[in-house]
């Protein structure tokens, strides 16, 4: 009798099935309703999933496995379903990536004879990683990175770092370049593609739209993908990697996370082939470390503390921020803040937007004005592409927010305008002036940014890190501190009320 193998949304990745050949096996996969509408989620996001999954049906149907593929209210009825249906004796899944799904799996695996198998799709099983964590007293990406490098023996070469330095920081903060990059090998949609944008136009509640969607859904289409990222963009990745240019998406950014959380690409095949592009394309150390950074530190810490912080760390709240979302993050038209308004945009239009614009702009305003972490959480996972739980949450609650007080971040990532107009092209055709620092064109980074450190002195002035701006603050007169206050109390008066539309309930 054959087992069944059950493949959640994003385990995609026929690689990973080389123990269960298709004699021995039937696949489970299964198209949740729920799942769709906890949320209201990007149409892109959506059609990608779906997409995605209806095509990896496909490939495993022609690598000879017989697929049984159901459309079910939610997951567990469709398990059932498939129960009642094969009665296999075993059934299998890897690890889901989500504490959600992991609930339910646990809550079925009572009643029905379903084993979990460790997940793939890292480098670092999860349980190795809280290992680690529980060895350690310092829980910092960079002790984790040096760790993973030479776990790895990635770019080590006598126990060293390549090139004698961790880290290159100092040569990847340009301001954005004026040279244009080709643009990625988007994909024209195929017939089943069409099929779910039209099934996904069609539903209310959802964000933005999917009529334009070009990403690809396949694995070939994202190796081509992955492949252009390293002929045209990696050998500048590092030195843009924190720039932002108005409309610019992308910029020198890879967009690789949609299909690596997806399970399309495998992180060891990234950094595998990077390290070789890297020769191909002579691209300087600066860009090949600030990218495997990303992908063997950032990502694989990022996965790390999500299963060793779950669930509690849903609940973090370091500052007691309690305000609703403005509309302006569903509907950025009438936001005035160009840098804030053209992020958003782009979100709405691509579900997606790199990461500077993601720590910076986006978040770094909702902390300045005192949005709940949670509600921020939310919208990100709704709105991007790339966002499952487990990723999202620890990069808004802990890197973006410094909700969890400190466990990733060691300060809060808020800037005043200066760094954005250093940073970016926004602040030329934004109708507030950076330079101003209160007063109706006052960039509202400005006064928001000195009134947040007022208001979270007890909070903030005993970490080292914060010690000079506390000393700028200090220095300030009275009159100017008063100013900073009622600017601020005035623009978040202003601003406008959350979209009731918008609310999640967690089970
Ligand atoms: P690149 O800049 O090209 O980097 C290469 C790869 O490194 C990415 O594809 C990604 O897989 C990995 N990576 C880099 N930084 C991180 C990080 N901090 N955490 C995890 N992986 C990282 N990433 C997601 O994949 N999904 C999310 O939902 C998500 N939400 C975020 C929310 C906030 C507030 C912030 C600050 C960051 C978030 N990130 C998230 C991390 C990062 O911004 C994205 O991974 C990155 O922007 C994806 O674009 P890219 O593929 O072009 O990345």
Redesign the pocket.
């Given at each position: 009798m054959r087992l069944t193998f059950l493949i959640t949304m994003c385990d995609l990745s026929l690689a990973e099935l080389k123990n269960y050949p298709p004699s021995e096996t039937r696949i489970l996969m299964i198209e949740s309703q729920r799942k769709w509408q906890a949320l209201p989620f990007h149409r892109k996001k959506l059609v990608l999933g779906i997409s995605a999954m209806r095509h990896f049906k496909l490939e495993l149907e022609r690598a000879g496995y017989e697929v049984d593929y159901r459309h079910e209210a939610d997951f567990a009825s469709g398990l059932w379903a498939h129960w009642r249906q094969y009665n296999p004796q075993r059934i299998l899944a890897f690890q889901p990536r989500e504490w959600g799904m992991q609930q339910i799996l646990s809550k079925l695996a009572q009643d029905l004879p379903l084993a979990l198998l460790p997940n793939p799709f890292y480098i670092l099983p999860r349980e190795e990683f809280i290992r680690w964590a529980d060895s350690q007293k310092d829980l910092r990406m960079e002790t984790f990175y040096r760790w993973m490098r030479r776990r790895e023996n990635i770019l080590i070469k006598n126990g060293q770092p390549v090139g004698g330095k961790w880290n290159f920081d100092k040569d990847n903060r340009k301001p954005p370049p004026d040279r244009a990059y080709p643009e990625p090998p988007f994909v024209e949609p195929d017939d089943i593609t069409r099929t779910v944008i039209g099934i996904i136009e069609g539903q209310p509640g959802l964000w933005g739209s999917a009529t334009d969607f070009r990403l690809p859904v396949t694995r070939s289409a994202a190796l081509k993908w992955m492949e252009h990222?390293f002929r045209w963009r990696f050998a500048d990745?590092g030195p843009y990697?924190d720039a932002m240019r108005q409309g610019d998406f992308?910029l020198?950014?890879?967009?690789?996370?949609?299909?690596?959380?997806l399970g399309l690409l495998h992180?060891s095949e990234?950094i595998e082939r990077a390290i070789a592009a890297a020769d191909e394309y002579a691209v300087p150390l600066n860009s090949l470390e600030g990218?495997i950074?990303?992908?063997l530190?950032?990502?694989e810490?990022?996965?790390g503390m999500y299963w060793y912080k779950m669930p509690e760390y849903r609940q973090v709240n370091y500052f007691q921020h309690q305000r609703g979302l403005p509309r302006w993050y569903w509907d950025p038209e009438e936001c005035e803040l160009a840098c804030l308004r053209d992020s958003i945009e782009m979100v709405k239009q691509h579900g997606?937007?790199?990461?500077?614009h993601?720590?910076m702009v986006?978040?770094n305003f909702a902390n300045l004005i005192g949005i709940h972490p949670l509600r921020?959480?939310e919208w990100?996972?709704a709105g991007?592409v790339?966002?499952?739980e487990w990723?999202?949450l620890?990069?808004?609650l802990g890197?973006?927010?410094y909700a969890d007080g400190g466990l990733l971040a060691s300060k809060p990532?808020i800037s005043s305008g200066s760094y954005i107009h250093k940073m970016s092209n926004y602040c030329a055709s934004c109708r507030f002036d950076v330079n101003q620092k209160y007063g109706e064109n006052a960039c509202p980074f400005n006064y928001l940014y000195w009134a947040f450190l007022e208001k979270q002195r007890d909070k903030l002035i005993h970490n080292p890190r914060m010690a000079v701006m506390y000393r700028m603050l200090d220095r300030k007169t009275a009159e100017e501190r008063a100013s900073i206050r009622r600017e601020s109390e005035r623009f978040i008066a202003s601003l406008p009320e959350e979209d009731p539309r918008y609310h999640f309930e967690y089970d």
């Amino acid at each position: 009798m054959r087992l069944t193998f059950l493949i959640t949304m994003c385990d995609l990745s026929l690689a990973e099935l080389k123990n269960y050949p298709p004699s021995e096996t039937r696949i489970l996969m299964i198209e949740s309703q729920r799942k769709w509408q906890a949320l209201p989620f990007h149409r892109k996001k959506l059609v990608l999933g779906i997409s995605a999954m209806r095509h990896f049906k496909l490939e495993l149907e022609r690598a000879g496995y017989e697929v049984d593929y159901r459309h079910e209210a939610d997951f567990a009825s469709g398990l059932w379903a498939h129960w009642r249906q094969y009665n296999p004796q075993r059934i299998l899944a890897f690890q889901p990536r989500e504490w959600g799904m992991q609930q339910i799996l646990s809550k079925l695996a009572q009643d029905l004879p379903l084993a979990l198998l460790p997940n793939p799709f890292y480098i670092l099983p999860r349980e190795e990683f809280i290992r680690w964590a529980d060895s350690q007293k310092d829980l910092r990406m960079e002790t984790f990175y040096r760790w993973m490098r030479r776990r790895e023996n990635i770019l080590i070469k006598n126990g060293q770092p390549v090139g004698g330095k961790w880290n290159f920081d100092k040569d990847n903060r340009k301001p954005p370049p004026d040279r244009a990059y080709p643009e990625p090998p988007f994909v024209e949609p195929d017939d089943i593609t069409r099929t779910v944008i039209g099934i996904i136009e069609g539903q209310p509640g959802l964000w933005g739209s999917a009529t334009d969607f070009r990403l690809p859904v396949t694995r070939s289409a994202a190796l081509k993908w992955m492949e252009h990222f390293f002929r045209w963009r990696f050998a500048d990745f590092g030195p843009y990697e924190d720039a932002m240019r108005q409309g610019d998406f992308i910029l020198t950014h890879s967009l690789l996370s949609a299909f690596l959380n997806l399970g399309l690409l495998h992180p060891s095949e990234l950094i595998e082939r990077a390290i070789a592009a890297a020769d191909e394309y002579a691209v300087p150390l600066n860009s090949l470390e600030g990218f495997i950074r990303q992908i063997l530190g950032w990502r694989e810490y990022i996965h790390g503390m999500y299963w060793y912080k779950m669930p509690e760390y849903r609940q973090v709240n370091y500052f007691q921020h309690q305000r609703g979302l403005p509309r302006w993050y569903w509907d950025p038209e009438e936001c005035e803040l160009a840098c804030l308004r053209d992020s958003i945009e782009m979100v709405k239009q691509h579900g997606f937007a790199h990461h500077i614009h993601r720590l910076m702009v986006l978040s770094n305003f909702a902390n300045l004005i005192g949005i709940h972490p949670l509600r921020l959480s939310e919208w990100f996972w709704a709105g991007f592409v790339d966002a499952y739980e487990w990723v999202e949450l620890p990069n808004v609650l802990g890197m973006a927010t410094y909700a969890d007080g400190g466990l990733l971040a060691s300060k809060p990532y808020i800037s005043s305008g200066s760094y954005i107009h250093k940073m970016s092209n926004y602040c030329a055709s934004c109708r507030f002036d950076v330079n101003q620092k209160y007063g109706e064109n006052a960039c509202p980074f400005n006064y928001l940014y000195w009134a947040f450190l007022e208001k979270q002195r007890d909070k903030l002035i005993h970490n080292p890190r914060m010690a000079v701006m506390y000393r700028m603050l200090d220095r300030k007169t009275a009159e100017e501190r008063a100013s900073i206050r009622r600017e601020s109390e005035r623009f978040i008066a202003s601003l406008p009320e959350e979209d009731p539309r918008y609310h999640f309930e967690y089970d």
